[in-house]
């Protein structure tokens, strides 16, 4: 494995342990949250554990009466009525209404090749009954016989499958440094799949690897680095403003 692979690894490693201790008691009150939406008289998740247990010992009656689910659905289904929309405006001399127009026709055409309202639902409905959702935009090829690649928004199921930069000040997360999304995979498909890689049946780490299941991650990071940016006064005046890797110096 190149230095460069191993030195990445090592601060995915450092990185997920981050998002472990920073999320712990917010995932916890989530799934909490989510039990006790989808709580009914036969799972009884709305009971104490302590009462439930008293009761169960003294052979007495629980009934339960989900209220909550019933004024989840009314939330739920207003955010699907009056769905999402992404708008583009014209914000400099160079843009125009037309142009505008036109991105906007494109990400229409990407929400409907997607079926991008499927990921706006779960989104919404995870987000009103555990308080956070998530869709992805990601790119795959058109086919296999171009390099051509197209957008697509994709559902994620799971919330708690994705990590987030614990350092974020934005709401919306846009200034994370780094996230992971993962899925849960039988092992048998994993040795399937990655023939190649070797997984020990269990280790030290039971976040990623168990008996019969292998978590695999995908791993964002973002790379920053410095670049000039010169301005150019042309011959007639006007100003011309050139990045350093636009820039070609001959010898």
């Known amino acids: 494995m190149a230095e460069k692979e191993k030195d990445i690894i090592a601060r995915a490693q450092d990185n997920f342990k981050s998002c472990l201790d920073w999320e712990a008691l917010t995932r916890q009150r989530f799934k909490e949250d989510m039990r006790f939406l989808f709580a009914d008289s036969d799972n009884q998740d709305q009971w104490e554990p302590s009462v439930k247990a008293r009761r169960h010992?003294?052979?007495?009656?629980?009934?339960?009466?989900?209220?909550?689910?019933?004024?989840?659905?009314?939330?739920?289904?207003?955010?699907?009525?009056?769905?999402?929309?992404?708008?583009?405006?014209?914000?400099?001399?160079?843009?125009?209404?037309?142009?505008?127009?036109?991105?906007?026709?494109?990400?229409?055409?990407?929400?409907?090749?997607?079926?991008?309202?499927?990921?706006?639902?779960?989104?919404?409905?995870?987000?009103?009954?555990?308080?956070?959702?998530?869709?992805?935009?990601?790119?795959?090829?058109?086919?296999d016989s171009t390099f051509d690649q197209e957008i697509f928004i994709k559902e994620i199921p799971d919330a708690l499958s994705v990590y987030l930069d614990p350092h974020i000040k934005k709401r919306d997360g846009s200034d994370a440094k780094f996230a992971f999304i993962y899925e849960d995979m039988p092992r048998r498909e994993f040795e399937r799949k990655y023939p190649n890689v070797k997984v020990p049946t269990t280790n030290g780490n039971q976040q990623w690897v168990t008996k019969d299941i292998v978590k695999v991650a995908t791993y964002y990071e973002k790379e920053t680095r410095k670049e000039w940016l010169y301005s150019i006064t042309n011959d007639d005046g006007s100003v011309k403003f050139m990045r350093e890797s636009d820039i070609t110096v001959e010898e």
């Open 57 to 143: 010992m003294a052979t007495q009656p629980m009934i339960t009466i989900n209220k909550v689910h019933t004024h989840w659905l009314m939330i739920v289904n207003q955010m699907k009525e009056n769905k999402p929309s992404i708008q583009v405006h014209p914000t400099n001399g160079e843009a125009s209404y037309e142009a505008a127009q036109i991105y906007e026709g494109l990400i229409r055409h990407i929400e409907y090749k997607s079926n991008a309202k499927v990921a706006y639902d779960i989104a919404s409905e995870q987000q009103v009954g555990g308080g956070i959702g998530y869709v992805q935009v990601i790119t795959k090829y058109a086919d």
